[in-house]
């Protein structure tokens, strides 16, 4: 059964700290990852990661794939209150999406 | 720009009644969706449409029905509402789907409790 695995589940950091949110797969024909944010409601789009080892960047935010291992991280530097959130980890075959149970990060000021 | 709508925002409904989730998007995209989301669950997908005229079953279809009006527009039904069915519902959106793995752009989510 394919699955997507998030860790930590939760996650409380001080404004300034870095943060490395972890997920794992295992997706039958596995195309790419995709990470969500979702504040209060919506998921919005932050990555699509198809290739290993390449880092996509926006801001203080970073990401990076390893088909090998399977896993992805994302990375947050220098935390604001305003990236609280649940990261959602989504692992993408052919007409198909995964979804992780995702992380809950609480940024303290 | 308006992206995803998605009415009424909350709902309580009781056992056995029915009702339909609205769900629209100004993006001309092909495909749409509905998932499900539960707490400790990952979001589950109930039904999509790959395009006008056409849905397909996804994770979790039972109990559920849908419409694809036209390509605006995804109505989701639930002919005879179930406590099992107490759920946050999002629909979403891609711009083409057909078994490709693009960003989905999401609606604000329906809260929905069954007494």
């Known amino acids: 059964e394919d699955k997507v695995v998030q860790s930590p589940l939760s996650l409380v950091v001080h404004e300034g700290d870095t943060v490395t949110l972890n997920c794992s797969y295992e997706v039958t024909n596995f195309r790419s990852l995709l990470w969500y944010k979702q504040e209060k409601k919506a998921p919005t789009f932050l990555f699509m990661l198809?290739?290993?080892?390449i880092e996509k960047k926006s801001g203080r935010l970073s990401s990076i794939l390893d088909k090998k291992e399977p896993f992805s991280i994302l990375n947050i530097t220098a935390t604001q209150t305003g990236d609280s959130a649940v990261y959602l980890c989504v692992g993408g075959s052919q007409g198909n999406l995964i979804f992780g149970k995702g992380t809950k990060l609480s940024v303290k000021p | 720009n308006a992206g995803v709508t998605q009415t009424p925002k909350f709902q309580v409904l009781k056992t056995g009644q029915s009702m339909t989730l609205q769900c629209a998007q100004d993006m001309n995209h092909n495909s749409m969706y509905w998932y499900r989301q539960d707490p400790g669950m990952g979001l589950r997908l109930i039904y999509y449409s790959a395009s006008e005229g056409t849905t397909d079953k996804g994770e979790v279809p039972n109990g559920y029905n849908v419409s694809r009006l036209n390509k605006r527009e995804f109505s989701l039904r639930l002919e005879s509402a179930a406590p099992s069915q107490t759920s946050v519902y999002f629909c979403?959106?891609?711009?083409?789907?057909?078994?490709?793995?693009?960003?989905?752009?999401f609606g604000s989510g329906t809260q929905l409790s069954v007494l």
């Open positions: 979403a959106s891609s711009e083409h789907g057909q078994g490709r793995i693009e960003k989905l752009f």
């Open positions: 198809t290739s290993s080892g």
